[in-house]
């Protein structure tokens, strides 16, 4: 069995790395490898999703725009808390890194340097970058394969 994850926009800001990290563990978690492909765009978090489904298996539309950037948070209030704050976001960074270097092979000071500020990709560079694996603009044959024999399946039923 495989699932498929569809990346369709932006998860960003510090609550949502947190969400997109359980997410990321529990594609890692699951034992059905995982298809990503990218709509329109995958940005911050988005795009680690795109990153760390099934090798071979992680693909864009030709149109859709790629972006990796640092973590950021919106925290305020006393200056130990922003202190606690600001450790955690480093932490955190630090763990998006590897894991971008994890899944496209990329070295962890070009993953570093990357992620420093917003960095767009198209389709191309991140397949280059190793986001993803591959550009499409038709739906796999595969897909419609299965479609249609589920279909074929459940009239059979009626």
């Known amino acids: 069995m ?35 492909i990218c709509l329109g765009q995958a940005a911050s978090m988005a795009s680690l999703l795109l990153a760390a489904g099934a090798k071979g298996e992680r693909k864009s539309l030709p149109n859709a725009t790629i972006m990796i950037h640092q973590p950021s948070g919106g925290h305020s209030g006393q200056a130990k808390d922003l202190t606690i704050h600001t450790k955690q976001i480093v932490r955190v960074w630090d763990s998006l890194n590897a894991l971008y270097a994890k899944h496209t092979g990329q070295p962890l000071d070009v993953i570093q340097k990357n992620m420093d500020r917003d960095y767009f990709m198209t389709p191309e560079e991140a397949k ?10 038709q739906r796999p ?9 589920a279909e074929v399946k459940d009239k059979g039923s009626d």
């Open 2 to 36: 495989t699932c498929a994850v569809v990346i369709p926009a932006t998860f960003s800001g510090f609550y949502s790395a947190r969400l997109c990290l359980a997410i990321y563990d529990t594609m890692q978690y699951i034992r059905s490898p995982i298809n990503t």
């Open 128 to 137: 280059e970058f190793g986001i993803i694996d591959e550009v499409i603009d």
């Open 141 to 149: 044959m595969s897909l419609v394969s299965d479609a249609i024999g």
